[in-house]
């Protein structure tokens, strides 16, 4: 590994506290110098660089952020001992034949409502990207291509649907 790149993998490592994470960080950043500025003058790119390992850091964060926030109400509907299954799928309120506790099926038939009436009320657009993201798992761009938008318009799609989410089950009394 070259000084440089040790010095941006120091500076992401001591930011995100996680190798495997600091090493992705640094590696996008990499490839998206060399993508977007292969034409710049050799004496610019360290500073591009840093300005691009900065924002790749800050999206890191920010993606955490949101995996977190789903994480925590996703895993609140998942029945026990189950990673895999799809909280949607598995408490569909319909099942002729539910297992578990009364109660706590109640208040996840009640969460799952929740979160289809937020998602149903959000704009088109918004709705689109949010599923595109963060239920089938696809990146920035390839949600962008599926769309037909540029990829800012996607993360911009993405933060207001989250919020528009996040306060309408707020606002319905569902604690993370």
Known sequence: MASAERRAFKQAIFAVRDEDGALDIVQDAMLKLTEKYSGKPADELPMLFQRILQNAINDYFRRQKVRSFWTVLMSSLTPAGDEDADPLETMDTRDSHPSGDPPELLERA?????????LESLPARQRQAFLLRYWEEMDVAETAAVMG????????HCSRATHAIAAFLKAKGVVL
Request: charged fraction near 20%; proline fraction near 0%; glycine fraction near 6%.
């Open 110 to 118: 009640q969460v799952i409502t929740n979160v289809e009436s937020a």
């Open 149 to 156: 938008c540029s990829e800012g318009s996607v993360k911009t």
